[in-house]
């Protein structure tokens, strides 16, 4: 199972039913969307078995492939510490930086990417303000190894922004395939472990033999933990 099978369909920060969404006649009517709301709050509390979340997820990935336009990029996302989720379009682009948004959703709360890897959030909970990913990215997309520094500015539970410098081993792992809506895709894994003063943790990049970052476990902090990302085209 890739890394794209496990993302759930909650919103970031709060249960949207993408599937909800829109004016299709074979869409969900009020009365059904606000009992799938109050279904999806039970299940932060109650989770559904694994392979119900399996369909809910593949269902959603679905849903946007099939309605969003064909030349708009989408990425699915997931924080498990803080039980939010979303499949995820484009809606700015700024140089290698990609700002991306809830598809399906005028909510505020952005991902920001440069070039596959997380250097920001924003609206979500004790945000990662910025990051200086560019050694560990440059590692990572050309498929190389080595030693190099990265640092991370997040808030902590005062609202308070933390720095932390890390020292990063990125070291390739095995071949892989990734599954995307344009068909099989060949990729590498490129580990990063990254060490501090008092933190140890490991990010795992899928790249395709372009140097794409396709999908990703990246560290973005200690309370958003870890950020499932991954490429759906």
Known sequence: MTLRRIFTILGLGGAMLLAACGNDDKRLDPKQVAGIIRQGVQDRYNPPPDRDKDALI???????????????????IRFDSVGS????????????????AAWGSSDRKSIITKNGMITATRG???????????????LVRNLEEGDVPYTLRYLDGDFEVVEAKYTCTVSRGYDKTVALATGPTPALQMFSSCVSANRVFVDLFLVDYSGRIIEMRQWVGPILGFAYMAQLR
């Open 124 to 138: 979500l909970r004790k945000d990662l303000m910025s990051a200086e990913a560019d050694a560990v990215l440059g």
């Open 58 to 76: 593949e269902a959603a990935s679905r849903e946007a492939l099939t309605l969003a336009p064909p030349e708009d990029p989408l990425a699915s």
């Open 85 to 100: 989720a979303a499949v995820l379009r484009r809606i700015e682009t700024n140089g290698q930086h990609i700002v991306w």
